[in-house]
C-alpha cells in the first residue's frame, strides 16, 4: 500500500521557518516526480514545488520562489520542504504529492497524495 505521510507543520510567526517532511512508502519512486501543493480555507489546491526523483529539476510557484527550497534523499524516501521567511499568505494545508514520470506544477495526474500538513503563520 502506497502511503506518504506528511510532518512538520505548525504555528510560526511571520518571518520564521519551519521544514515539512514527506515520508513516501509502499513502492519505489524512484521513476516519480514528488512535489508540494497547498490549500488555504475557501481556496482551491495550488501547486507549490516539484522535484524530479533523478534528474533534480525543481519548479516552484512564484510566490514562494527565493523562500521556499524543495530537496529529496532518496536514500530515506523522504521529501522536504523548508519554509523560509514565512508570510501570513503561506498559511494552508500542505500536501505531499506523487506522480510517475514527468514534473508537474498542476494537481491533474497526481497518483498519490498525502493527508497534509497544517502550516499556520501569524502577523
Known amino acids: 500500500q502506497v502511503r506518504l505521510v506528511e510532518s512538520g507543520g505548525g504555528l510560526v510567526q511571520a518571518g520564521g521557518s519551519l521544514r515539512l517532511s514527506c515520508v513516501a512508502s509502499?513502492?519505489?519512486?524512484?521513476?516519480?516526480?514528488m512535489g508540494w501543493f497547498r490549500q488555504a480555507p475557501g481556496k482551491e489546491r495550488e501547486f507549490v514545488a516539484a522535484?524530479?526523483?533523478?534528474?533534480?529539476?525543481?519548479p516552484y510557484a512564484e510566490s514562494v520562489k527565493g523562500r521556499f527550497t524543495i530537496s529529496r534523499d532518496n536514500t530515506k524516501n523522504t521529501l522536504y520542504l523548508q519554509m523560509n521567511s514565512l508570510k501570513p499568505e503561506d498559511t494552508a494545508t500542505y500536501y505531499c504529492?506523487?506522480?510517475?514520470?514527468?514534473?508537474?506544477?498542476?494537481?491533474?495526474?497526481?497518483?498519490?497524495w498525502g493527508k497534509g500538513t497544517l502550516v499556520i503563520v501569524s502577523s
Open positions: 522535484i524530479h526523483w533523478i534528474d533534480g529539476t525543481t
Open positions: 509502499g513502492r519505489t519512486f524512484s521513476n516519480y516526480a
Open positions: 504529492a506523487a506522480r510517475r514520470g514527468t514534473l508537474f506544477t498542476a494537481a491533474q495526474g497526481i497518483d498519490y
